[in-house]
């Protein structure tokens, strides 16, 4: 019996279609993403941060996000 794949393999039945790697979020979840490009050392800087204070690179974020929001006297939304 084949193992199931990993999150980042897409899955594919047996009829050979090809199913996205991850399912869809839900539909209430209207979030949108952000990319940041950062040097390798920021990266591993903020990473060990998260791990330090037990939280996830994603928490960490969006605490920066609302920190920011606040400096320039917006409501946190994040």
Do not use: C, F, Y
């Amino acid at each position: 019996m084949p193992s199931p794949p990993e999150d980042d393999e897409p899955r594919i039945r047996p009829e050979g279609e090809v199913l996205p790697s991850k399912p869809p979020t839900a539909p209430s979840d209207r979030r949108k993403g952000i990319l940041v490009r950062a040097r390798p050392e920021a990266w591993k800087a903020l990473k060990l941060i998260a791990l330090d204070r037990e939280m996830t690179l994603q928490d960490l974020m969006t605490e920066a996000i609302n920190d920011a929001l606040a400096k320039h006297g917006k409501p946190p939304v994040a």
